[in-house]
């Protein structure tokens, strides 16, 4: 088993000099800077994971795990050591707990699939309302295959998750637990401490959805007490098509396989076979290679961040964002009001107009906003909404997007009304 090790580097920081490693952020769109604020549905990559992947492309392109050339043995020590990358961005206790899926999305399908065959009749599952579909959609599948009952941790006026009943929530039916770290919607973060803690009374396994959370800095999975961890790559600074998914080793070993084929056996007999141990069970298949190892370069990357500076960058600019939405009536906010209580994801509703007429017209201002749904319907159906238009800070976004997007937010507003 290998373990997760390696020292890193913190490298100097200052807005300006980050945002020079984003390649992306030299170009107008429409005459104009652009002002990038749709990281929560994906962000952009730093010149060294285009650099990893360019290298593996151009230098070392070959499948891995089966060859026995040279290239062979160089793409499978890239992409193996990109394992080690999620595994130290994460704290797993090892390399083998981690497994490559093509984002959160397949990451909670592979899960929900996994434990499908164990539930009985009486069970329940649990989810928030605040779900993103993602790790809505595959429960309540599973649920109504199964025959399984779905039960929901309802939301509070402002979109937070309302843990007052959850002892009436999750109770010894309790077999799955599965809630995102924080909410794409809200900026929420969840007090997973006390979801854990419930369901652990009653022996239910978690399962956490950290889309949102793994961008915002180097994770803890054994601190969180979870079973199953899962985020994308392309929402970390890494490439569109990967992700991973983290099991708890024990949990991993109970599982059956989700998808089989290639990669994923020990032993293929006319009669039957038997599968690979560990995170090899469920990677079946030729896997995005040259994705992998773009995401362990943006980990890697990440890992060499001065994380409490950004932490601050980050809340300076809430708090300017969070001043300057109150000054424009008729707009509610959803989610904690303080900057120090949230993850920088700002979702709000103007009175009389339509995210998506807001979003357009900030277009034209070169600022790239998020309108919609943002693929979490049960929370806009339990708040009364139909749509919101969202913000989401990156590392690299500074005050002059913020200042930006107030102004186009002054204008749009005029415009509409
Ligand atoms: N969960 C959350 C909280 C998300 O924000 C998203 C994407 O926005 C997903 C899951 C799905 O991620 P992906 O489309 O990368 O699988």
Redesign the pocket.
């Known amino acids: 088993m290998r373990q997760v090790t390696g020292p890193v580097s913190k490298q100097a920081w200052s807005p300006d000099k980050l945002r020079q490693q984003f390649p992306i952020l030299q170009r107008e769109v429409g005459g104009r800077p652009l002002h990038y604020l749709d990281n929560?549905?994906t962000t952009f990559s730093p010149r060294c994971v285009q650099d990893a992947v360019a290298h593996y492309e151009n230098h070392s392109r070959s499948n891995v795990q089966r060859g026995m050339h040279q290239l062979g043995i160089e793409a499978t020590d890239a992409f193996e050591a990109a394992r080690g990358s999620v595994a130290r961005y994460l704290n797993a206790a090892s390399c083998d707990e981690v497994i490559f899926t093509s984002?959160?999305?397949?990451g909670v399908n592979l899960a929900a699939h996994c434990l499908g065959q164990s539930l009985q009749s009486g069970d329940e599952i649990v989810v928030s309302q605040a779900e993103?579909h993602?790790?809505f959609v595959p429960w309540q599948q599973l649920c109504q295959h199964y025959g399984v009952r779905m039960r929901l941790i309802p939301v509070l006026a402002n979109g937070s998750l309302d843990l007052s009943g959850l002892d009436q929530v999750i109770t010894e039916r309790c077999r799955v637990v599965a809630v995102?770290q924080?909410?794409?919607v809200t900026g929420s973060i969840t007090d997973l401490q006390t979801i854990t803690r419930q369901a652990r009374r009653h022996g239910a396994l978690v399962f956490v959805?950290g889309?949102?959370a793994a961008p915002h800095g180097p994770l803890d999975v054994q601190a969180l007490d979870a079973d199953f961890y899962a985020f994308?790559g392309?929402?970390c600074y890494g490439p569109t098509g990967i992700?991973a998914l983290w099991i708890r080793s024990p949990v991993l070993a109970s599982l059956p396989p989700f998808l089989t084929g290639g990669g994923m056996i020990e032993r293929v007999d006319i009669q039957g076979t038997r599968y690979a141990s560990g995170y090899r069970r469920f990677e079946a298949g030729t896997p995005p290679v040259a994705q992998a190892i773009g995401l362990g370069a943006a980990l890697d990357w990440l890992m060499t961040l001065p994380w409490r500076g950004i932490r601050a960058h980050e809340q300076a600019l809430s708090r300017q964002l969070l001043a300057g939405l109150s000054q424009v009536g008729g707009l509610t906010l959803l989610g904690e009001a303080a900057a120090q209580d949230r993850a920088p994801i700002f979702s709000f509703d103007i009175e009389a107009c339509h995210s998506h007429d807001i979003c357009q017209i900030l277009d034209g201002y070169g600022v790239a906003l998020r309108g919609g749904h943002h693929?979490a319907q049960p929370l806009m159906q339990a708040l009364g909404l139909v749509a919101t238009s969202r913000a989401s800070i990156a590392v690299f976004n500074t005050d002059a997007d913020i200042a930006a997007l107030l102004c186009g937010l002054h204008d749009a507003v005029e415009t509409l009304r």
């Open positions: 929560a549905a984002g959160t999305t397949f993103h993602s790790n995102s924080i909410s794409n959805d889309a949102q994308s392309h929402k992700g693929c």
